[in-house]
């Protein structure tokens, strides 16, 4: 299953009542430039970073083998 990190940041902090990058930004205590990565499903953003973003919303980053 492939996921739209785009999507699932945005899902995530929908639910917790977040409704744009900066309120993302203060909630998550990041830098700016880190979060606006992770919002916008920047390809060129660092695993740790959407990890640190996803802690914050309440949502644990994992890796699964994919079955073929």
């Known amino acids: ?3 739209d990190l785009k999507e699932l940041v ?3 902090a929908k639910a917790k009542g977040i409704t744009g990058v900066m309120a993302l930004v203060k909630h998550s205590k990041m ?4 979060v606006i990565r ?6 060129g ?6 990890e640190d973003v ?15």
């Open 1 to 3: 299953m492939q996921v």
């Open 45 to 50: 953003c660092k695993l740790s970073q959407a």
């Open 31 to 34: 830098d700016y430039r880190k």
């Open 10 to 12: 945005r899902a995530a």
């Open 54 to 68: 996803l802690n914050s919303l309440g949502y644990k980053l994992k890796a699964v083998p994919q079955n073929d």
């Open 38 to 43: 992770v919002w916008n499903g920047d390809k």
